[in-house]
Every structure is written in C-alpha cells, then in structure tokens.
T-cell receptor, first 117, second 114 residues
Framework: EPEVTQTPSHQVTQMGQEVILRCVPISNHLYFYWYRQILGQKVEFLVS????????KSEIFDDQFSVERPDGSNFTLKIRSTKLEDSAMYFC???????????????FGPGTRLTVL | AQSVSQHNHHVILSEAASLELGCNYS??????LFWYVQYPGQHLQLLLKYFSGDPLVKGIKGFEAEFIKSKFSFNLRKPSVQWSDTAEYFCAVNADTGRRALTFGSGTRLQVQP
C-alpha cells in the first residue's frame, strides 16, 4: 500500500537556524498538508497546498514558515528562523483531492520530530 | 472555528471488554467527522469517517461510530477489544464548507490488557 514518507525522522537544530522538513506524498494525490503536535498538546493544522499554491493556512503558519513542491515528488516545509516553541512533531499528509470534496481521506506520514535547542 | 473534545484521556480495558470513546465537537454548521488511530511506533491512519447518510458508520477492524447531531457527538465503539487495539485514538472534524483542515481532539490512549 502506498505511504507518505518523511525525512528526517528526527532533526535537532539551534535556535535561529533554518530547517527544511521533507515529505514524499502518495504519488497520485493532489492535496498536501502539514500538521504539528507539540508534546502533550493536540495535533494542529498548519497549511494545505494544491495546484502549486497554498489553499488554506492557520494562524500558526506565519511568515517564518513556507512550503514548496520543488519537484514532482517532494513537498517541503521550511522554518526560516527556528524558535524554542517550534519544537514539535511535524506530520505531512496527502489526499487524493476529489473535486469539490473535503471528505477524502488524509494519509499521514510518520512524522519528523524537530528539537530546537 | 470548530473545536473537538475527547474527555477520556487514558482508558484501560481487559481483552473482550466493550469500548466506547467519547468525542464531542463544537461548530454551528455541518461537519465531516473522522476517527484516526495511531498504533505504537506507527503513523496516524483512518479508522472511519462520516459525512452524510446513515449516522452509524462502520470502519476497519470492527470499529463503528455513531453521529448524534443533537448531541454534537461522534463516539467510537467496539464490542470486544483485543490486545492489538492498544493505541491512541483521535477524533477530528472539518467544516463542510470546503475547508480541508482537520481539527483534532487531544486523543485517548487505550491500553488493552491481555
């Protein structure tokens, strides 16, 4: 069964550094998402991406964050200048993107644990 | 904005016991409802979802959930749990306005003892 993959599984960085988290969505999916879960808190939506542009974003997704689909397979989340509070598990997801349907299943990757020191 | 509450944070059951995990949402409009499960060391995967039709939804691995609109609830049930059901269970919603962003509950950790 096709799966969403994410690399790295764990990233440690210093405060103020830039990080790029990488995801390979399921190949025929059209919608891509990033969520995060701070330790002990809920999974929170960050952003969704369709047709090479952001389709939705939350208030968490400020100017420090950006997303990109640099080629036909990867989907990346960049954090420009990391803060201590960015430490979290970051999940990528993808969905088939049935036209007009927001009921299609989102398939999640295993997550990248980001630790900001 | 919608919100989701899962009141049971940690549930411990013996094998063959029945399971019901509560999920309540807060939103004035129509919603789509999802239950995801995360087994130890694995990624989130969909158990079942509801968006229209029969309010009793059947999912994988013998799970079902009932949407009760008047109670804003979407409780997850299983008549007889197995040790392999040990996992964390997340309820999620999205607003039926075309938005795809999922709003998650805080999760319920289920521990099934053999």
């Amino acid at each position: 069964e096709p799966e969403v993959t994410q690399t790295p599984s764990h990233q440690v960085t210093q405060m103020g550094q830039e990080v790029i988290l990488r995801c390979v969505p399921i190949s025929n999916h059209l919608y891509f998402y990033w969520y995060r879960q701070i330790l002990g808190q809920k999974v929170e939506f960050l952003v969704s991406f369709y047709n090479n542009e952001i389709s939705e974003k939350s208030e968490i997704f400020d100017d420090q964050f950006s997303v990109e689909r640099p080629d036909g397979s990867n989907f990346t989340l960049k954090i420009r200048s990391t803060k201590l509070e960015d430490s979290a598990m970051y999940f990528c997801a993808s969905s088939g993107g049935l036209a007009g349907a927001n009921t299609d299943t989102q398939y999640f990757g295993p997550g990248t644990r980001l630790t900001v020191l | 904005a919608q919100s989701v509450s899962q009141h049971n944070h940690h549930v411990i059951l013996s094998e063959a016991a029945s399971l019901e995990l509560g999920c309540n949402y807060s939103y004035g409009g129509t919603v789509n409802l999802f239950w995801y499960v995360q087994y130890p060391g694995q990624h989130l995967q969909l158990l079942l979802k509801y968006f229209s039709g029969d309010p009793l939804v059947k999912g994988i691995k013998g799970f079902e959930a009932e949407f009760i609109k008047s109670k804003f609830s979407f409780n997850l049930r299983k008549p007889s749990v197995q040790w392999s059901d040990t996992a964390e269970y997340f309820c999620a919603v999205n607003a039926d306005t075309g938005r795809r962003a999922l709003t998650f509950g805080s999760g319920t950790r289920l521990q099934v003892q053999p």
